[in-house]
Nanobody
Framework: QVQLVESGGGLVQPGGSLRLSCTAS????????LAWYRQAPGKERGPVAT???????DYAASVKGRFTISRDNAENTVYLEMNSLKPEDTAVYYC????????WGQGTQVTVSS
């Protein structure tokens, strides 16, 4: 059974930083691509950052230069380092395995507010 468990969300002031973690079980972690998605209230869920098996990364234009995705295959964990946070980054953040096998975590809330 595949499980993805996110952690690290919370309340942060504008300009602050957070690091999200997502730990996986039930898969051969080093074989899969991974992604972070987010969903703000009233909006569709959309991709934030992706990382391939080999470590290549890609980012949504709105977070490029502020967010960094990374992975630790020894720990079965993918991270999302978020800096210079803005109120518009407020959302529930989800990690996901990339196709062909797509699995989602339960999400972690990030709120950017003064």
């Amino acid at each position: 059974q595949v499980q993805l468990v996110e952690s690290g969300g919370g309340l942060v002031q504008p300009g602050g930083s957070l690091r999200l973690s997502c730990t996986a079980s039930g898969i051969i972690f080093s074989y899969v691509g991974l992604a972070w998605y987010r969903q703000a209230p009233g909006k569709e869920r959309g991709p934030v950052a992706t990382i391939t098996r080999s470590g290549s990364t890609d980012y949504a234009a709105s977070v490029k230069g502020r967010f960094t995705i990374s992975r630790d295959n020894a720990e079965n964990t993918v991270y999302l380092e978020m800096n210079s946070l803005k109120p518009e980054d407020t959302a529930v953040y989800y990690c996901r395995t990339e196709p062909p096998g797509v699995y989602w975590g339960q999400g972690t809330q990030v709120t950017v507010s003064s």
